[in-house]
């Protein structure tokens, strides 16, 4: 009989480290989403006005058109990080597109220039999966180029 409440009381214990376990991994994907949105609206920004292209890359100021397509591979490339998080893209559909994306010229230098400090920044296993998966499309491309 003594036995019983202990074994409620692990069980109950057990529950309680389980929830807040829950908790806190929702609430590192809330402010992960929330900062992405934050990227977003900088990205916003950039697009509206490709002047602010020069503080993300050194010599775009002198041609828009490049600085555009950077931006243009950078929303890209932070949605389907996103989606891929969030479990929204499947990793042999997000494998595709990114292949795809990489196929083409511009995506590519982005690619060059950004996936080295994508890498660098990458702060849980979510954007390590991602970076990997990026650099894997990227290696393909050149590849098959």
Do not use: I
Not at 21 to 29: A, G, I, T
């Amino acid at each position: 009989m003594s036995r019983t409440p202990h074994a409620a009381f692990t069980l109950a214990a057990g529950l309680g480290v389980a929830h807040l376990v829950l908790k806190y991994r929702q609430h590192k994907d809330l402010v992960h989403m929330e900062c992405t949105k934050l990227h977003a609206r900088m990205l916003d920004d950039t697009a509206a006005d490709p002047r602010l292209t020069a503080v993300l890359w050194e010599g775009m100021d002198e041609d828009e058109d490049e600085a555009v397509r950077h931006v243009a591979a950078n929303r890209w490339v932070t949605l389907w990080s996103l989606m891929l998080r969030t479990g929204y893209t499947p990793e042999h559909s997000l494998n595709a597109s990114l292949f795809e994306f990489m196929k083409k010229g511009p995506n590519r230098a982005f690619w060059q220039q950004a996936g080295s400090y994508r890498a660098m920044t990458a702060r849980d296993r979510h954007n390590r999966r991602f970076v990997r998966l990026a650099e894997e499309a990227y290696q393909q491309a050149l590849n098959t180029a």
